[in-house]
């Protein structure tokens, strides 16, 4: 009533499960969205340097379709969720390994989400940089450069799509939601200054 858009976290391979095609059913009737929950995550999609595996993420964008559903990607970098094999590259391979996963994406399901989480919780408190900044193959590879690079290459890829930068723990009224607060909101004052289509 309101024209918000309400939606959830969908897994594809749910369906399979015996009571897949009610778990299906009521995203149908309850949601107008859905957001993929593990069909796009970079290890998921790319097990081995040779291989990837589109056949979870077209069965969520085929359902989605036929269901009169919008969709959220997620996620396209994250460095908490890469394969075994990515870690073992040098940080000059793997960020070209960003920029190509991120356009071989786009490329396949371009103009199918209405958002893409291009970036995933790029704040780790824990990771003890003076920026907060989660360590990982990409930030190895550009520094804190890599998130506002995917966004202008997702920006290029999908020029319609809503492009998401996704963190957790912002919401908490302690510590450590004031530590992720306060990183997050600097963070994105500079990807501001460096015009990131965020």
Not at 123 to 152: K, V
Not at 181 to 191: E, P, Q, V
């Amino acid at each position: 009533e309101k024209g918000l858009l309400f939606g959830a976290s969908f897994a594809v391979h749910e369906t399979d499960k015996p009571d897949g095609a009610r778990y299906a059913a009521l995203y149908a009737r309850e949601v107008r969205s859905i957001t993929s929950e593990l069909e796009l995550k970079l290890s998921n999609l790319r097990p081995t340097p040779a291989a990837i595996s589109f056949a979870p993420a077209d069965r969520l964008f085929d359902f989605a379709a036929r269901s009169g559903l919008a969709v959220r990607g997620h996620t396209l970098v994250w460095n908490d969720d890469v394969p075994t094999w990515i870690k073992a590259l040098s940080p000059k391979e793997a960020g070209y390994g960003m920029d190509a996963h991120i356009d071989t994406v786009l490329a396949r399901y371009r103009g199918r989400a209405i958002a893409w989480d291009v970036v995933n919780e790029p704040i780790a408190p824990w990771d003890h940089r003076p920026d907060n900044l989660r360590r990982g193959p990409f930030l190895a590879a550009y520094g804190e450069d890599y998130i506002a690079r995917s966004f202008h290459r997702a920006r290029r890829a999908d020029p319609g799509a809503k492009l998401v930068l996704n963190e957790a723990f912002t919401e908490t009224a302690d510590e450590r939601g004031e530590i992720f607060r306060r990183s997050l909101l600097a963070l994105l004052r500079r990807l501001k200054d460096k015009a990131a289509p965020i």
